[in-house]
């Protein structure tokens, strides 16, 4: 096995034991916060603007990496912020206080992403950019499907949410054991992508294309804590059984990833407007059907999340020099975080004015994503 391939089966452990951890934490906060007192509004809040912070905090992690080359140090710091907020969740004694340690998980996550993102960018030169971060993805949402599978049996088994929260520690502690050993193996990951002749200045403007229709996907996507909050207060389905579709949606994102990153290397951006196209009829599902609707609007959300994760990160990698692949990461991040925050609240204020009314913005915004891709498409094939 080459040492690149290696290198990113590492990180993918990594993130897998991560997702463990917050992922499994994620697939309760809503019913969680529900249970401390908090609205709809402030779930979406919590959800939305915790996303905005760790988006937020990338363009700047991302300009340090690159400035100073300490990718490493950053991506341990994230890890550490990002892991040990969730079984803090437990010790939470009102919703204030979950609001916060949600953001502070999420700040932690953004910290350490784009670093993390540059140092597999390198490695997934060799073997395609879209495989490379597939596979990474893949690994990445085993956890997300084990975790969510952990609380459930915490919680089928008598345990309340904060027992939930806590057995999270383990995969945590797992996930920065196996960081350092990836630290000790390739301390130097930069060295992992063979040097070329691309001239990436001929992407400008295909790339600014490209962040109209992140924007858009962004703006129409629904966090799942908010999908969660429905599904538990309109009865849809049992409290308990929210982070079985939590998983459902992670195994299919999965999936997603693997297919949509290795196709992408070949086809481009007509896979990850097929994905929209698929994945856009996951909101009147969800919102508007009922327990067998919501378990295909979890499958349908997935498979947007999976392409998302892959082909939208392996793009910035052909996008970017490897000498700004930290800062382009960080940039591409901000802007769609902002995106997202935006469409959280929009989404959240709709929720308790009309559902139907929630369903019609994004199935819109997505169309618009659809149209934007298509028309990148066709840019990318006349260059």
């Not at 990113?8 to 992922?23: H, N, Q, R």
């Not at 912020?81 to 916060?100: T, Y």
């Not at 350490?112 to 597999?120: F, G, V, Y």
């Amino acid at each position: 096995m080459r040492k690149s391939t290696v290198f990113i089966v590492i990180l993918g452990i990594v993130s897998l034991f991560a997702d463990m951890t917050y992922e499994g934490g994620r697939g309760i906060t809503g019913p969680f916060l529900a249970f401390l007192g908090a609205s709809a509004f402030m779930v979406g809040f919590a959800a939305g603007f915790g996303e905005l912070s760790g988006y937020l905090v990338r363009f700047l992690s991302g300009y340090i990496s690159d400035r100073t080359g300490r990718y490493w140090l950053i991506t341990f710091a994230g890890y550490l912020i990002n892991l040990l907020a969730v079984p803090l969740l437990a010790f939470a004694g009102n919703w204030q206080v979950a609001v916060l340690l949600i953001i502070l998980e999420r700040l932690g996550k953004g910290l350490r992403t784009p670093p993390r993102d540059a140092m597999l960018s390198y490695a997934s030169y060799d073997m395609g950019h879209g495989a490379g971060f597939g596979l990474h993805e893949a690994l990445d949402q085993i956890g997300a499907v084990a975790g969510p599978l952990m609380v459930f049996i915490v919680l089928a088994s008598g345990g309340g949410y904060r027992e939930g929260f806590l057995v999270l520690l383990a995969p945590a502690t797992i996930a920065i054991a196996v960081l350092v050993t990836g630290y000790l193996m390739f301390p130097r990951p930069s060295e992992l992508e063979a040097s070329g002749e691309i001239d990436y200045r001929d992407f400008r403007g295909a790339y600014w294309l490209y962040l109209a229709s992140v924007c858009f996907v962004a703006l129409g996507y629904a966090d799942f804590p908010l999908i969660g909050y429905h599904l538990g207060v309109r009865s849809v389905l049992d409290p308990s059984n929210i982070p079985i579709i939590y998983a459902l949606a992670m195994l299919t994102d999965a999936l997603s990833a693997l297919v949509s990153g290795r196709y992408f290397d070949r086809y481009g951006f007509r896979v990850m407007a097929l994905a929209v196209l698929v994945s856009m009829f996951y909101a009147p599902l969800s919102f508007l059907g009922g327990s067998w609707a919501a378990v295909m609007g979890a499958v349908l959300w997935g498979v947007g999340m999976g392409a998302q994760e892959s082909v939208m990160r392996a793009a910035v990698s052909a996008f970017s020099s490897p000498e700004r692949r930290g800062s382009a990461y960080g940039t591409f991040n901000t802007i769609f975080g902002v995106a997202w925050f935006s469409g959280s609240l929009i989404m959240s204020y709709l929720y308790g004015l009309s559902v139907p009314g929630l369903v019609a913005f994004s199935i819109i915004t997505q169309s618009a994503a659809l149209v934007i891709l298509l028309g990148l498409e066709g840019f990318r094939s006349a260059g």
